[in-house]
């Protein structure tokens, strides 16, 4: 079992900054996919990132820029940076877990957004006004 809990979310104004966290536990932090996600309201889910095992990141096109993705293994917690929010940003962001079973086939690991993520977080709301 793996839990994750984010935090961080809140009202901002366009143009600040948050920094949101995914709090890990219950299982070897170190063999997981961890994915970033967002949903806005009245649209699909978007992966925003996937960091590996390894802590090496695959993040979309999308966000490079202005989101900075790092983790605390001491922590067992993964941030999540934005910088110069939009509007267009306002959604519940989520954290996901894969475990080994769920993005390893064959010997050969792909983390990535599009992995199939087996726990998810309740997520964080985040509201940018302009």
């Known amino acids: 079992q793996v839990n994750l809990v984010e935090s961080g979310g809140g009202s901002v104004q366009a143009g600040g900054s948050l920094r949101l966290s995914c709090q890990v536990s219950g299982y070897t932090y170190m063999s997981l996919c961890i994915g970033w996600f967002r949903q806005a309201q009245g649209k699909e889910r978007e992966g925003l990132a996937a960091?590996?095992?390894?802590?090496?990141?695959f993040s979309v096109e999308s966000v490079k820029g202005r989101f900075t993705f790092s983790r605390d293994r001491a922590k067992s917690t993964l941030y999540l940076q934005i910088d110069k929010l939009e509007p267009e940003d306002t959604a519940v962001y989520y954290c996901?877990?894969?475990?080994?079973?769920?993005?390893?086939?064959?010997?050969?690991?792909?983390?990535?957004?599009?992995?199939?993520?087996?726990?998810w977080g309740p997520g964080t709301q985040v509201t940018v006004s302009s």
């Open positions: 996901a877990a894969a475990t080994l079973g769920q993005y390893c086939r064959d010997g050969l690991c792909t983390c990535r957004p599009t992995s199939d993520f087996n726990y």
């Open positions: 960091v590996d095992a390894d802590g090496s990141t």
